[in-house]
């Protein structure tokens, strides 16, 4: 049974590798693929180029802490809401640098959050899957959360009264990055992404919080400090706005090709009912070209509708939108928010269908489209 269950994956993932990837890579493969880190990992390197490739026909889909907890349960091994929907987990596994710190003593490292991080990231790599981590830094001036909107980032960058304590999170996190090792000492290439939805001002680091030229600061500063300062050599960069209607208010704060790998943006506004569409498939669009006239990669790094209640919303929104010929392939992959418990966590804040939701058959054939890949449909990713 184990091995036909695995010849089973490997012929879908040869065949997803034929539907998605039918044109040919960057020339000279991996090693001609130009990076925020030139001295970045083959696998990180191969990651990048991989995605770039199966991106012009298919998107990945992808769900944030899916092997956390989800509705109704916490921590149990194996557990994914995707996967007790679809029969797959997702192909993107979407987690937060924010475990790596104490709850509610944010300059503290917590190594048992932190290790419990580490598991999950393991096991979705170990199956192929591709690992995102945002970061939803408590404010730095007052160590609330990060929707505290007092100002900060003059605090924390070079210059700033609190820099060094900034140094000190980020040498939390490089230690995280570079500790991320399979058994045989490869590190796990990961797509960071810090000071997302920045074109909002709902967090500390947002528009109405932050000069441009400060923000900027605060991004170069961050990837070189773990570039070339900690030795991180597993990251992709990701600058992700929230949403935007031109190229110009998408790239007011964008702190340059060399130090970004991936565009993306979030998407919960236009995303919802097909009567917003066209907007939304102009965002993806725009994101799409800007990309590619970059060579970089583009994707939807956080989407999705609270609690799903249109229960045809996945093919019959997102499906065709993601589809659409305008924009001209090029999304590497769509993540859909988190799934609380609502035991211990928000009631009715769910992004991805569960057993018995209404949307749970249309999920169903969203991912049975040959332009929607699931971590079962992935070839090898890595080399």
Same mark, same amino acid.
């Given at each position: 049974m184990i091995a036909r269950a695995k010849a089973g994956a490997l012929a879908a993932a040869m065949l997803a590798l034929t539907a998605c990837a039918t044109a040919p890579g960057p020339r000279g493969g991996a090693a001609a693929v130009q990076l925020a880190d030139r001295k970045a990992t083959p696998e990180t390197r191969a990651l990048f180029a991989n995605l770039q490739r199966i991106s012009r026909d298919c998107v990945l889909f992808g769900h944030h802490d899916d092997l956390a907890y989800g509705m109704g349960w916490t921590g149990e091994a194996g557990r994914s809401d995707v996967k007790d929907v679809a029969g797959a987990y997702p192909a993107v596994y979407g987690w937060d640098?924010?475990?790596? #710190? !104490?709850?509610?003593q944010p300059d503290l490292a917590d190594p048992q959050r932190a290790e419990e991080l580490r598991?999950?990231?393991?096991?979705g790599f170990g199956r192929g899957g591709v690992i995102s981590l945002a970061w939803h830094m408590p404010n730095p001036v007052n160590d609330t959360d990060s929707w505290n909107t007092a100002r900060a980032?003059?605090?924390?960058?070079p210059g700033g009264r609190l820099h060094g304590d900034?140094?000190?999170?980020?040498?939390v996190v490089a230690a995280f990055l570079n500790g991320l090792r399979t058994e045989d000492g490869r590190r796990v290439p990961v797509i #960071? !992404?810090?000071f997302h939805e920045h074109t909002g001002s709902w967090f500390w680091w947002g528009r109405d919080h932050a000069s441009v030229d400060a923000f900027k600061q605060l991004w170069r500063f961050t990837v070189a400090y773990l570039r070339d300062e900690k030795g991180v050599r597993n990251a992709l960069y990701a600058y992700s706005t929230d949403v935007f209607d031109s190229e110009a208010?998408?790239?007011?704060r964008y702190p340059g090709d060399?130090?970004?790998?991936?565009l993306g943006f979030d998407d919960y506004h236009s995303v919802k009912t097909a009567e917003t569409r066209a907007v939304f498939v102009n965002r993806l669009r725009l994101l799409a070209k800007m990309a590619r006239e970059r060579g970089k990669l583009a994707a939807l790094t956080e989407t999705g509708v609270e609690t799903i209640p249109d229960p045809e919303w996945w093919t019959a929104v997102l499906l065709p939108a993601l589809k659409d010929p305008s924009i001209g392939g090029g999304i590497a992959y769509a993540l859909v928010w988190?799934?609380?418990n609502p035991a211990n966590d928000r009631k009715d804040h769910f992004y991805a269908p569960y057993p018995g939701h209404p949307s749970a058959a249309d999920f169903a054939r969203f991912k049975q489209d040959p332009a929607i890949l699931f971590e079962d449909e992935l070839p090898d990713l890595y080399r």
């Open positions: 640098v924010g475990r790596l #710190f !104490r709850n509610g598991r999950w990231i393991l096991e980032v003059d605090a924390i960058i900034y140094k000190a999170k980020l040498d #960071f !992404r810090p208010e998408y790239l007011e060399d130090v970004i790998d991936l988190r799934n609380a």
